[in-house]
């Protein structure tokens, strides 16, 4: 049995109790009986795994004695019966060593050692990024994401991966079986709060990070957008309609904060995504140059019948429903997620800033198939001399001088 | 709407209708009244309901008079409402609601001057169907 503990868990526990001659504490267990695994908890998880509880016990003593396999735990378990439910025990030398092992109950009722892995500290996750990415500046940015579908969703966790310490999460919507097939969140978040899915699904890969979750529509909430948007250093708004970018466009100009914004269009058959930078072209400028199409993809009723004009049938809401493959997304993902870590690492002297010159278009185009505007493209083949499906595009938007929104 | 973009929008209009708008606040719902006046002379008011997220929403647009219109045919234009082949939307509390912008064509550089233009179009549009019986896709397009 291989047995994880936090060891900033136990810190926190030693600091609070102050050094006392015998300590104990109860804990929880999640145990993966056949994979030998368990997690160790002496607080309450942010997010509880999908695996069997179990009763658990830390015992803080002085007395290196008891650390030492067998006969002298037995020995100690003899004298300070431990109680029939407690599986595991995880035992710790003292207040100023952290070394610990741990026992848990096999089969055969017997107290078994088992292996302990201790999870150092929230740096740890990040240590393989360090080199590439500024992981402590990173950790002190704060990213507003509005939109928590198969765009939001996946960006949120990249960015979490890459050491973000901060997010807002604005969506009013909930998991519905029509997005599990693209959404990183699976049929146990069924119905759900996608701002309550996704925080976990972040926490998962890092527990440090601060996740706030706003179960509201943007536009009718735009006095609590514009305060996240105040505190963050980047916006990424990745919603599935026009209302609400231009309402995130126009605070994100007004508040000067740099914004990505990225969207699919008519099953995916390509897409693109855009970058404000604060004293460059906003959103509303790219509308006049005939860039910025208007064929988003549509993939759910609710979506279609919002669009669409009043005299539309049902049939032809239902029609205009359009989804692509969750394949086809990701490209479009990665790319929103690369132009986020950029604008978060500006100033940083690391192999990721050389990127600042080849991402310094702000507007980027992406064709996953031969379709619908991308339908006179030539096959890719092998030249590079023209444009073609799986390329990436970067297109210099001119500053509207006349501009409504940025130029006043 | 903030102060800035009531200015802007203010002056562009006054410099293309000059008196014959009106800007009306009741509580926190903003309008604009503009009286029209089609090329045969004769006289209209719409009503542009300004959305509170207005540049990013698209404006509401009411024919308050005449309180009704009537086609070639001489239905009431609110009863076959919505229609496509009008350019008119659901009528709200049974006035007239005109189609002006798609919500795919919306964007925030559209001025209010530029959607009471749109209005003064569809006027126009409409005393030609009079005439000829012909939709209003046939003037404005699709």
Redesign the interface.
């Known amino acids: 049995m291989r047995v994880y503990f936090y060891e900033e868990q136990l810190r926190s526990f030693l600091r609070e109790s102050g050094k006392k001659e015998l300590l104990q504490a109860c804990a929880v267990v999640y145990v993966f009986r056949a994979e030998s695994v368990a997690h160790f908890y002496l607080n309450p998880t942010p997010v509880s795994p999908y695996a069997e509880q179990a009763k658990g016990l830390l015992l803080v003593s002085p007395d290196s004695m008891v650390m030492d396999e067998g006969e002298n735990f037995r020995q100690f378990c003899q004298k300070m019966p431990l109680g029939n439910d407690v599986e595991f025990v995880l035992l710790v030398l003292g207040a100023d060593d952290s070394s610990a092992v741990c026992y848990y109950r096999d089969r055969a009722d017997c107290f078994v050692r088992a292996e302990v892995v201790s999870v150092k500290k929230k740096g740890d996750f990040h240590s393989r990024s360090r080199g590439l990415i500024e992981v402590d500046s990173l950790a002190r940015k704060s990213v507003c994401i509005i939109g928590l579908g198969s765009f939001g969703a996946p960006i949120a966790l990249e960015l979490t991966k890459s050491g973000v310490g901060h997010l807002a999460l604005f969506d009013p919507d909930r998991i519905e079986p029509e997005n599990i097939n693209r959404h990183p969140c699976g049929i146990n978040d069924l119905g759900r709060l996608k701002v309550d899915a996704v925080r976990e699904l972040v926490l998962r890969k890092n527990p440090s990070i601060i996740v706030n979750a706003f179960p509201f529509d943007v536009n009718e909430h735009l006095g609590e957008l514009e305060a996240q948007i105040e505190q963050s250093d980047l916006v990424v708004c990745v919603t599935d309609e026009k209302r609400s970018r231009l309402n995130t466009n126009q605070l994100v100009v007004r508040q000067s904060t740099p914004a990505i914004f990225s969207r699919a269009i008519t099953r995916a058959a390509g897409g693109d995504v855009f970058c404000y930078r604060p004293g460059g072209p906003c959103l509303a400028c790219l509308f006049g140059q005939g860039l910025y199409g208007n064929a988003d993809e549509i993939s759910t009723e609710v979506q279609s019948r919002r669009d669409a004009p009043a005299y539309m049938s049902n049939t032809d809401i239902g029609a205009r429903i359009q989804a692509g493959l969750s394949v086809d997304i990701l490209p479009i993902v990665q790319m929103s997620v690369k132009l986020a870590l950029v604008e978060l690492s500006r100033t940083t002297e690391l192999p990721m800033s050389s990127l600042e010159e080849d991402l310094s278009m702000p507007f980027y185009i992406w064709a996953n198939r031969r379709e619908l505007i991308y339908e006179k493209w030539l096959p890719m083949k092998a030249f590079y001399n023209r444009n073609s499906i799986m390329r990436w595009y970067g297109v210099d938007v001119c500053k509207d001088n006349e501009c409504l929104c940025c130029a006043v | 709407m903030d102060k800035?973009?009531y200015n802007?929008e203010y002056a562009i209009l006054q410099r293309n209708f000059p008196g014959r708008f009106l800007f009306k606040k009741k509580g926190q719902e903003l309008s604009l009244d503009m009286g029209m006046k089609t090329s045969a002379g004769k006289v209209y008011r719409i009503e542009i309901r300004i959305p509170r997220?207005y540049?990013?929403?698209v404006p509401i647009v009411l024919l308050n008079y005449p309180d009704t219109l009537r086609t070639y045919r001489g239905e009431l234009l609110a009863d076959i409402s919505?229609?496509?082949a009008m350019h008119t939307?659901?009528p709200q509390a049974g006035v007239l609601q005109l189609?002006h912008y798609?919500?795919?064509?919306?964007?925030?550089?559209v001025?209010l001057y530029k959607v009471a233009l749109k209005c003064l179009i569809w006027l126009e549009a409409y005393e030609n169907h009079l005439t000829t019986g012909r939709p209003l896709t046939e003037y404005l397009g699709v």
Not at chain 2, 102 to 109: F, M
């Open positions: 800035q973009r802007i997220d540049p990013a929403s919505p229609s496509h939307l659901a189609c798609k919500l795919e064509n919306w964007h925030p550089n001025t």
